[in-house]
DNA sequence: CAATAAGTAACTGCAAGTGA
DNA sequence: TCACTTGCAGTTACTTATTG
């Protein structure tokens, strides 16, 4: 029996809807399109009623949910009873983080995790900082690194790793929109300045907040989805922009870049691990997350 | 009998096709 | 324009044959 299968079966069962479906087991919507017609030409029926618009069960394919989601707990409980055996952690875990995050902090908390569980197996997805949590919220990854959001969800935990400055950056080649007096802000100085900012997230927030606290609605130049493209575009000179500095440390561009002295600071930026607290449970995620200190 | 090489089957993602 | 399917080419996994 292949579980992925039934994986991508209990997925498009659970989103109807291929592409949100592939998404969450991590492959191309084409894999799920086949892996569906597979299972359903070994088991002779039709599972899904589906046109280019919808997708619904179909009344042997509700039956076969039932089987499904059994044979899977079985098969997970079965896995659980002979790790426990061994002693010995076997699986998966999904990391999601930045560009940045991977350089920072992922060989710190993977190499000794790595000899200690050499038969867990990690899945690495780099991408926006911005949507760590709510893929973590919606079961797309077991794991983030990321910022600690202001507002922690209930259903979430978090532990911190490090703390980093936000500051604010501009091209080291200097401008003539270029506050000349960051540590002594005024609105006159900043209402013109081009701004590159993210398109949501923490950082986002905080700026927003700055902006506000002077009585500035910021001119907006850009507004980019990950902080390496937010140091790319200031270093080309487009604009001045708000990064964890921590994204400086590991930064290519770094001698085309200064931090701009305003004040006042901006919050600082806790970067840690989240998880979904019931997904704690799982054996191989809490050995993880018991890597950190609390 | 184990290790390696060669051949084959299955799987995957991309890009294009299709129909609403 | 969107969402699912299909064709294609590249990659990976598996099976069989060969060698030491």
């Given at each position: 029996m292949d579980y992925r299968l039934l994986n991508h079966f209990l997925a498009l069962a659970d989103h109807l809807h291929f592409g949100r479906a592939s998404d969450a087991c991590h492959v191309s919507p084409s894999t799920l399109s086949r892996s569906i017609r597979q299972l359903e030409e070994t088991l002779g029926v039709t599972l899904f009623e589906r046109d280019n618009r919808h997708v619904t069960l179909t009344r042997e394919g509700q039956l076969f949910h039932a089987y499904a989601r059994e044979t899977l707990e079985q098969w997970q409980a079965m896995q659980a009873t002979l790790m426990a055996e061994t002693r010995e952690l076997a699986g998966e875990i999904s990391i999601y983080c930045s560009v940045t995050a991977s350089y920072s902090f992922l060989y710190r908390l993977l190499s000794e995790f790595r000899q200690r569980h050499p038969r867990i197996e990690i899945k690495l997805h780099t991408g926006d900082p911005a949507d760590a949590i709510a893929r973590v919220q919606a079961e797309q990854e077991d794991i983030a690194i990321t910022a600690r959001p202001r507002n922690l969800p209930d259903a979430l935990a978090f532990k911190p790793l490090a703390t980093s400055p936000l500051v604010f950056i501009a091209p080291r080649?200097?401008?003539?929109?270029?506050?000349?007096?960051p540590e002594t802000p005024t609105p006159s100085q900043w209402k013109d300045v081009p701004m590159i900012l993210s398109e949501s997230g923490l950082s986002r927030d905080h700026a927003d907040t700055w902006f506000r606290a002077m009585g500035v609605s910021p001119r907006i130049y850009a507004q980019v989805a990950g902080n390496e493209a937010i140091v790319s575009m200031v270093g080309l000179g487009f604009g001045v922009g708000i990064v964890p500095r921590i994204v400086l440390?590991?930064?290519?561009l770094l001698d085309r870049i200064m931090i701009l002295p305003v004040k006042p600071e901006l919050p600082h930026y806790d970067v840690g691990l989240c998880v979904l607290?019931?997904?704690?449970?799982s054996a191989l995620i809490d050995a993880l997350w018991a890597q950190l200190p609390n």
């Open positions: 080649d200097g401008a003539d929109w270029l506050p000349a007096t440390d590991n930064s290519p607290k019931r997904r704690l449970k």
